[in-house]
């Protein structure tokens, strides 16, 4: 079994950014001026699973399943947040099976 090298790990992040920076969720110009309030928070991911890769603590599955949240996150669909140096994808939306336990009223008119 061959063994993929580091410049390869640096090669799948930055395959990942430069689609990214094509990408209208994450940057745009608007009147001569780049947007991309998400940035930030994107790259410290990507920093995060780059180092860990290269230091042997994260998978290429993992990194490919950081990249499709990340894709999640340009879609609203997760919040990314950051619990003992720990990644957490929180979901934007509750889950289909989901009930309110706001208790219905009724209009005393």
């Avoid at 290269?54 to 340009?74: P, Q, T, V, Y």
């Avoid at 997760?78 to 619990?83: A, D, G, K, L, N």
């Amino acid at each position: 079994m061959e063994m993929k090298s580091d410049n390869y790990e640096t090669e799948l992040v930055e395959s990942f950014l430069d689609k990214l920076m094509e990408d209208r969720r994450f940057c745009y110009v608007k009147m001569g001026v780049y947007h991309a309030e998400k940035a930030f928070l994107i790259n410290s991911v990507l920093r995060h699973c780059l180092a860990n890769r290269l230091g042997k603590k994260m998978s290429e599955s993992e990194i490919l399943r950081h990249f499709k949240n990340l894709n999640r996150f340009l879609d609203d669909k997760v919040e990314i947040r950051w619990q003992d140096g720990n990644i957490v994808y929180i979901p934007t939306d509750p889950p289909k099976h989901y009930k309110s336990r706001k208790k219905k009223t009724k209009n005393n008119d």
